[in-house]
C-alpha cells in the first residue's frame, strides 16, 4: 500500500511540474523515507504506457476543425544541447467537443516532418477536416491540402504580432487599430475590401503581404458562430503556457521520450478535463451539419 501511495504521489509531483528535490522533500513531508532522483524516474516510467495508449488511440468520427502550434524545448542530442519544436494538434469533432489529438516533436518548417504528422493523424482515423488553423510554418501549408484536402487559415494572432513586429514601436498602435477593422467585418467580401484599404493606410509603416491578408480574409467565408473560435490557435496556445510552466523546471529534457512523457501527460490531463465538461466547445446544431458522414445528424448525435 506504501509503494502504491508512493507511486501515485510521485507521478502527480512529476506531470505538475515538481523538482526531483522537492518530490524528495514532499515524500518525507509525508512520514516516508526519502527519494533518489533514479527511484523518482523508475516511478514516473509507469506513466509511458499510459500515455502511448493515449497517443495512440483510434480517432473516429468527423473532425471539421484542427487547430496545430508548436512550444519549444531543449533537449540533450549527440552531447549538444539544441531546441526542438513540440507540436500539438488539438481538433473539434461533429459533437462540438474538443480533444487533444497528437504530439510531434520536430523541426516546424520541414515539410517532409508535416507529411508525416498529418499522415500519421490519417492512419489513426481523422477524417472530415475542412479547416487547418495554424501559424505559418512554410512546410505545414502545402501539406493540409495534399494529406487532409482541407483548407488553411493563418492564426489571426501571429498574423498580427508579425505586422506589429514590422510596424515600429510608434506605429504598432496605429496599424494595430487599422487591422481590427478588417477583422471586425461581418462577410467575407466586405473583409477584403477593408483589407485593401487597411494595407494602403498602413503602407507607409509597414507592409502587410497580400497572401497574409487573404488568408485571414478566409475568416469570414466560415460560419459566424465559429469565428471567435477559430480566428487563432488560442484553445493551444494555452495549453502551451501550462506546458512551459511546468517544462521550466526541467530546463533540458536527457531524450526525446522524456519530452512525449511529461507533455503527454499534461495533455492527457487536459483532455481529461474536457471530456467531463458538461458544455460543448462548439454548438451541436451549428457544428453538426459539417460532417461529412451521413450517418451524423443533430438527431443522431442527441440519441
Sequence with gaps: MAEKALTAVVQEAYVQGVSTRSVDDLVQAMGMTGISKSEVSRLCGEIDDKVKAFLARPIEGDWPYLWIDATYVKVRQNGRIVSVAVI??????????????????????????????????????????????SDAHEGIKPTVAKVLDASWQRCRVHFMRNALAHAGKSGRRVVSAFIATAFAQDDAEAARTQWRKVADQAA???????????????????????????????????????????????GIFPNDDAITRLIGAILLEQND?????????????????????PSVSITAIAS
Design 88 to 133: 500539438v494538434a488539438v481538433g473539434v469533432n461533429s459533437d462540438g467537443r474538443r480533444e487533444v489529438l497528437r504530439i510531434g516533436i520536430g523541426p516546424s518548417e520541414a515539410e517532409t516532418f508535416w507529411t508525416a504528422f498529418l499522415r500519421q493523424l490519417a492512419r489513426r482515423g481523422l477524417r472530415g477536416v475542412k479547416l487547418v488553423v
Design 204 to 250: 507607409q509603416t509597414c507592409r502587410l503581404p497580400r497572401r497574409g491578408r487573404d488568408r485571414c480574409a478566409r475568416l469570414h467565408d466560415l460560419s459566424a458562430q465559429h469565428r471567435t473560435k477559430l480566428h487563432s490557435t488560442n484553445p493551444i496556445e494555452r495549453l502551451n503556457g501550462e506546458i512551459k510552466r511546468r517544462t521550466e523546471v526541467v
Design 273 to 293: 478535463e474536457w471530456a467531463v465538461q458538461r458544455a460543448r466547445y462548439m454548438a451541436l446544431e451549428t457544428i453538426a451539419p459539417l460532417s461529412d458522414d
